[in-house]
Structures are given as structure tokens and as C-alpha cells.
């Protein structure tokens, strides 16, 4: 079945320190792929979408690539702030279940 | 434009008992999705309504159901409760079509005793 697999935490960096955060998934067909933030007990706010390969998605800094080739959509910032920290979803849907989304573990980022 | 919203915040059980979580979708969507979140972990589908109907399904058992109202907001209940139940539940609210992104709201927190 679908699943996404992202880069275990947590990850700490330096204010304006360069950030990855690494996502992979497995699915049949063209998912679209997404980065969920989930602030210290929050809910889960979209930060950035992709629907098809070579979309780049792109919010508040951060970017992210869908690509097909590699099955990946590692998420990216230039200079992170401390505001930043939180934690990170990779998720897809594809059709399946109604369009559920198909979340991986996440990430969390602490920026100090 | 309302965003989603859930209540209530926080909630207590014990084990056997059952709860009602209740979900306001974003004012314009007729699909509502529910998540169960565990301590540390991604959130895992539940299930879909959309316009009243169930959707899709995720790998949960029966005790676990839903209903979706004409005004599109939506109950979340749980049967039996068990220990493994305790975790944050979210709803997440989309007009629909595949790629509409899903607005989630901040979440229940059940602790099952």
C-alpha cells in the first residue's frame, strides 16, 4: 500500500542555519504530495502542495520539489528562524479512501 | 470565512465508555475527514463523509463511527473505549475534488483512564 517515510529527529539547528528535511514515498498512480507544521499543541496547518511531477511547491521560505523520478518531496529553507520550530508531516493522497491523506511520522525541527 | 473548529478541547473517559467528538467544517466545504493522532506519531485516516455519506475508510474498527449533518458538520464516536483510544483527534474540513487541500482543526484530546 501508500506510505511515506520521512528523516527521523529530531533536528536541531542554528537560527539561519540551512534546513532539509528528507520525505520518500511509496504509492501507485500520481499522488499529490503535501507539508503539513504542527506548532506545540496545535492542529495541523498546510504549509505546501505539489499535485504533479516537477511542481515546486513553495510557502513562507520554505520549498519543496515533487519528483517522480526519485520519489521524493524533501522540504527546504534557506535560513531557518526559531519561530520555525515545530513539527513536520510529509503526507499524499491518492484518490484512495476518498482523497484521505497518508501521513508519514514526522519531523520534529528545534531552531536555536 | 470560519475555519474549522472542534469540541470539545480536551476530554476524559474511562476504559468501556463511549465519546461523541463534534467537528464545524470551514464554511463552504461539504467533505469532512477524521484523524486520530497518537503521542508522536503522523495522524492515521479514519474516515470520510461527504454530503452525509461515508467516503472512504481507513483501517479502524466498527466501534469507531461517524455521521455528517445537512449543515456538513460532523460527530466522531467511539464505542467500548479502550486504553490505545487516548490520543489527539482531528478533523479536517475540504470542498471537495482531488487536489483541494484539507483544513484541519486544532484537535480533541481524549484521554481514555
Known amino acids: 500500500g501508500d506510505s511515506v517515510t520521512q528523516m527521523e529527529g529530531p533536528v536541531t539547528l542554528s537560527e539561519e542555519a540551512f534546513l532539509t528535511i528528507n520525505c520518500t514515498y511509496t504509492a501507485t498512480g500520481y499522488p499529490s504530495l503535501f507539508w503539513y507544521v504542527q506548532y506545540p499543541g496545535e492542529g495541523l496547518q498546510l504549509l505546501l502542495k505539489a499535485t504533479k511531477a516537477d511542481d515546486k511547491g513553495s510557502n513562507k521560505g520554505f520549498e519543496a520539489t515533487y519528483r517522480k523520478e526519485t520519489t521524493s518531496f524533501h522540504l527546504e529553507k534557506g535560513s531557518v528562524q526559531v519561530s520555525d520550530s515545530a513539527v513536520y508531516f510529509c503526507a499524499l493522497s491518492d484518490g484512495n479512501s476518498g482523497y484521505a491523506l497518508n501521513f508519514g511520522k514526522g519531523t520534529s525541527l528545534l531552531v536555536t | 470565512e470560519t475555519g474549522v473548529t472542534q469540541s470539545p478541547t480536551h476530554l476524559i473517559k474511562t476504559r468501556g465508555q463511549q465519546v461523541t467528538l463534534r467537528c464545524s467544517s470551514q464554511?463552504?466545504?461539504?467533505?469532512v475527514s477524521w484523524y486520530q493522532q497518537a503521542l508522536g506519531q503522523g495522524p492515521q485516516f479514519i474516515f470520510q463523509?461527504?454530503?452525509?455519506?461515508?467516503?472512504g475508510r481507513g483501517n479502524f474498527p466498527p466501534r469507531f463511527s461517524g455521521l455528517q449533518f445537512p449543515n456538513y458538520s460532523s460527530e466522531l464516536n467511539v464505542n467500548a473505549l479502550e486504553l490505545d483510544d487516548s490520543a489527539l483527534y482531528l478533523c479536517?474540513?475540504?470542498?471537495?475534488?482531488?487536489?483541494?487541500?484539507?483544513?484541519f482543526g486544532p484537535g480533541t484530546r481524549l484521554t481514555v483512564l
Open positions: 464554511s463552504g466545504h461539504n467533505t
Open positions: 463523509y461527504y454530503r452525509e455519506e461515508e467516503n
Open positions: 479536517a474540513s475540504t470542498g471537495g475534488g482531488r487536489t483541494d487541500t484539507q483544513y
